[in-house]
């Protein structure tokens, strides 16, 4: 890629841009029902959002890594030690 330039695919770039904000927006949909049925109050909300936005990101990472399936597929250590460290820091 650094040695002969190629365009752009915006076409790719586009498609992943929507599918990276459409599985945020499910983890998103799927925490909001849950705060509300714990009868979460305004503090507990905002650590719960924060946690599932924080932690579902890299695990995000993890799917759309590799075009392969991800059982079949294994991350890198580095990934996955990273992910697996922010997990348990934002907890």
């Given at each position: ?6 365009r752009m ?16 927006s ?26 599932e936005?924080?932690i ?13 399936s ?6 890198g250590?580095?990934?996955l ?11």
């Amino acid at each position: 890629m650094v040695n002969k330039p190629r365009r752009m695919n915006i076409a790719f770039n586009r498609n992943f841009m929507v599918m990276f904000g459409l599985l945020s927006s499910v983890f998103d949909y799927l925490t909001f029902p849950a705060l509300l049925l714990l009868h979460a109050n305004s503090a507990q909300f905002r650590t719960g959002w924060f946690m599932e936005s924080v932690i579902s990101e890299p695990m995000i990472v993890l799917v759309i890594r590799t075009r392969q399936s991800i059982l079949t597929s294994k991350p890198g250590k580095y990934l996955l030690t990273a992910t697996i460290a922010i997990a348990i820091a934002t907890s």
